[in-house]
């Protein structure tokens, strides 16, 4: 998120065009995607602990680089990027790892719904924080003071978390566990042993996986459209929303980051109240395909229609004032909360204990869609200069995700146990 701010005295500074922008911030996008297939699959060979551990302790030296990288030329800098974007892809696959292990099944909407919520609530305060340290000192520190966080999250991490409810922190050392142990939650028989096990066991693991239940699953194929046209339109709104306000109303940069970060309130609080309530209809009896189809309705089609209107007021070059066009991302953000419990929540009915790898596969296509999504702004900014079209393609992405979803999604799981 720091990127999304410190792009606009970035690119002053260095002349960037806006195709070399939506490069930049695209390219953390390819990152993620190239890695999110292995990470995912670590979720069951080896401890989600100390692969979150890794994760977060790369991007943070990368952020830590990432002005030098500026400096020493663009190929440096998409290549800091991608490996932020690398580092960024344990996140979610390890979070949905934790809440299937740790959280009873009719309580998992709203624990997902939750931890999204403090992933947007970050993007808050990112919002928040970055332009204060821009004005006040130079857009490297931007990338100084937020790298150094990652490193002070892992002194607390590592004695205070664990792989499972049922071990002590000082066992959760990495490949610990035989999956399939009676303290484990992961249906493999392959036994682990992390490092020692080498690289001919971990092809074997991961063969003995079953790959063609996944492929030939449509509620995964349904959940993957809605992800994919999700990250379109989120993925622009974090790169672009800074420079929009920024562009087009010729606010300052404090002034563009309020802007854009009252959507991302809205998100985090809608996604949380999303969870509560699809839990709630669960509880009341309600089928499981009906509750998160009503949820990734509201998720895609809310969008849609901001997005739409966004496109229309734009046609003049800016959706009339920058309360107009903050009230709309406040819509079509709040509103795609709901897909925490729609999607997000989707892979927890499909298969819990396999939660963790099938959302790194969703996340493959959905983390291309979004990076295709924002470097496709930026060209069109740069041969169109319209903010319309760019909102009016993030509007269709949404639509073709939602119509996929609600004729293609069930909630039947895929094995007996989950």
């Known amino acids: ?18 195709t070399i922008k939506g490069s930049v911030s695209s390219i953390f996008s390819v990152g993620y995607t190239v890695a999110l297939l292995p ?29 030098a990288a500026a400096q020493a030329g663009v ?8 490996g932020v ?12 790892t934790f809440v299937s292990r740790w959280v009873p099944k009719q309580q998992r909407s709203r624990a997902l719904a939750l931890l999204y919520s403090c992933l947007q609530s970050g993007t808050i305060l990112a919002l928040l924080i970055a332009p204060q340290i821009v004005q006040r000192g130079d857009w490297p520190l931007v990338f100084t003071a937020f790298g150094s966080l990652g490193f002070m999250w892992a002194a607390f991490w590592v004695p205070l978390s664990q792989d499972y409810p049922d071990a002590s922190p000082q066992s959760g050392t990495l490949g610990s566990r035989r999956i399939g142990s009676p303290n484990a939650r992961s249906p493999a028989s392959v036994p682990l042993k992390g490092a020692e096990g080498g690289l001919a ?8 996986l079953p790959w063609g239940d996944f492929f030939g699953c449509r509620g995964l194929w349904a959940a993957t459209a809605a992800h994919a046209a999700n990250n379109w339109g989120l993925y622009v709104s974090l790169a672009w929303l800074p420079t929009y306000f920024n562009s ?3 606010l300052d940069l404090a002034q563009s980051s309020f802007y854009s970060l009252l959507p991302y309130a809205a998100g985090a609080i809608t996604s949380g109240m999303a969870g509560v309530a699809a839990d709630k209809m669960l509880c009341d009896g309600m089928d499981a395909t009906a509750v998160r189809k009503i949820m990734q309705g509201i998720g895609s089609f809310g969008p849609l229609t901001c997005m739409a209107a966004l496109a229309l007021l734009s046609q003049d070059g800016g959706a009339g004032s920058p309360e107009a066009a903050s009230a709309l991302f406040v819509a079509a953000v709040g509103l795609g909360g709901a897909s925490s419990a729609g999607f997000g929540a989707s892979l927890q009915d499909i298969s819990g204990r396999y939660s963790g790898l099938l959302y790194g596969l969703t996340s493959i296509c959905s983390s291309i869609t979004g990076a295709v999504g924002v470097y496709e702004t930026g060209v069109i900014l740069d041969t169109t200069h319209s903010w319309s079209l760019a909102f009016a393609t993030a509007a ?4 073709v995700g939602g ?3 609600a004729l293609g999604y069930s909630a039947d799981p895929l094995f007996p146990k989950g």
């Open 248 to 250: 087009v109303y010729g």
């Open 75 to 82: 190929p440096y800098l998409l290549a800091a990027r991608a």
């Open 201 to 208: 066991q971990a092809v074997a693991s991961a063969k003995a």
């Open 39 to 67: 990470l995912a699959l670590a979720q069951a060979l080896a401890s989600p602990k100390y692969i979150m551990l890794i994760g977060v302790s790369s991007w943070s030296l990368l952020t830590l680089a990432t002005p």
């Open 396 to 399: 269709a992405s949404y639509g």
């Open 1 to 18: 998120m720091a990127m999304s701010v410190a792009i606009v005295p970035l690119s002053t500074e260095l002349g960037y065009s806006d």
């Open 85 to 96: 974007g690398a580092a960024e892809a344990v996140t979610v696959p390890t979070i949905q």
């Open 403 to 405: 119509v996929w979803y």
